[in-house]
């Protein structure tokens, strides 16, 4: 089991760092990739104190940066002989954001952190991949993606390099939905364009867990106290990093690949009615998504605009 290695991005909170600890205490050699090194440091030396195990690496990078990507991949190449499971956990959500934001590469700061950051590094990574018994790729996806059984509901084809930003209100909640639903609709493609090398690509919806006191203290008050007297409930982040290491290690998964999962572990399947009352059954339920991600105009048209942004 040592010998299996694990990338996780944004591991130095909230989920990330809870699986980095699963897997560390299972045995893998764990690569935190994480932006900020200076509060990454302190957790890596903490998920090692607990489990015990001293191949815990961290490495820097910034998912919204297609530079920074390249010369992480790079150094994990010459590094590690081959990678077993890549988890794309980070993603970008700044609650109360009100200005449009790019990125380095002048893209959408949500669509370049949370869709095109993963694609291009999976297709860098995607021969060492390929060198694995089993490999196995997971994207972090979110029941935002419900507010999409709205038959008007569409992505922003047109807006992700700001050309509308003058113009056309701005929603971070709006984006990051959007921005997860694109990362779905990868999971189905690079699923069929891995399933020759052997490489299974999945999504997890993710479901309600904790928020952290930072996380919080960004929102605006009436959802400051919505939050808090949410989190009473909800769930710790363990819960969800148990549910990404089942995926990416159990028999049970080892031939799932172009798969939705949800927090029961369950496959999810593409709506068929999204009218009235069954519309409602589906935003309230876990078992369907909406038609809109399998929809394979609207698969091609994120595919090609991924494979486009991220040329060299």
């Not at 932006?35 to 090692?48: D, H, K, L, Y």
């Not at 109360?96 to 002048?106: A, I, M, Q, R, W």
């Not at 952190?113 to 999976?122: H, V």
């Not at 394979?296 to 595919?303: K, L, R, S, T």
């Amino acid at each position: 089991m040592k010998e299996k290695t694990v990338i996780i991005t944004g591991a130095n909170s909230g989920i990330g760092k809870a699986a980095a600890l699963k897997f560390a205490t299972e045995g893998y050699h764990v690569i935190m990739a994480c932006r900020n090194m200076e509060i990454s440091t302190a957790v890596q030396e903490n998920v090692i104190e607990i489990t015990k195990n001293i191949n815990v690496d961290l490495m820097q990078l910034d998912i919204s940066s297609f530079d920074s990507i390249r010369t992480f991949c790079t150094a994990f190449k010459s590094k590690y002989p081959r990678l077993d499971i890549l988890i794309h956990n980070a993603a970008y959500l700044n609650h109360g954001e009100k200005e449009y934001k790019l990125s380095p590469e002048h893209i959408e700061l949500s669509f370049a952190t949370n869709t095109f950051g993963p694609f291009l590094m999976t297709r860098l990574l995607a021969d060492h991949l390929a060198k694995s018994p089993d490999p196995r790729i997971l994207h972090a996806c979110t029941t935002n993606i419900k507010n999409f059984f709205d038959p008007k509901r569409k992505i922003e084809f047109d807006n992700l390099r700001g050309e509308l930003r003058g113009t056309r209100p701005y929603s971070t909640y709006k984006m990051y939905g959007d921005s997860k639903m694109a990362l779905l609709m990868l999971t189905f493609k690079l699923a069929e364009e891995y399933k020759s090398m052997g490489i299974k690509v999945n999504a997890l919806q993710i479901n309600r867990v904790k928020l952290s006191k930072e996380t919080i203290k960004k929102m605006h008050s009436f959802w400051k106290v919505f939050a808090l007297l949410q989190n009473i409930t909800n769930p710790l982040p363990a819960g969800m990093a148990d549910n990404y290491f089942h995926i990416c290690t159990s028999d049970e998964f080892k031939n799932v690949t172009g798969q939705l999962i949800n927090h029961k572990r369950e496959v999810v399947k593409p709506s068929t009615n999204e009218k009235g009352l069954t519309q409602l059954k589906n935003i309230l339920g876990s078992n369907s998504y909406p038609r809109y991600a399998a929809d394979p105009q609207n698969v091609e048209q994120i595919w090609r605009l991924s494979t486009l942004l991220t040329e060299d």
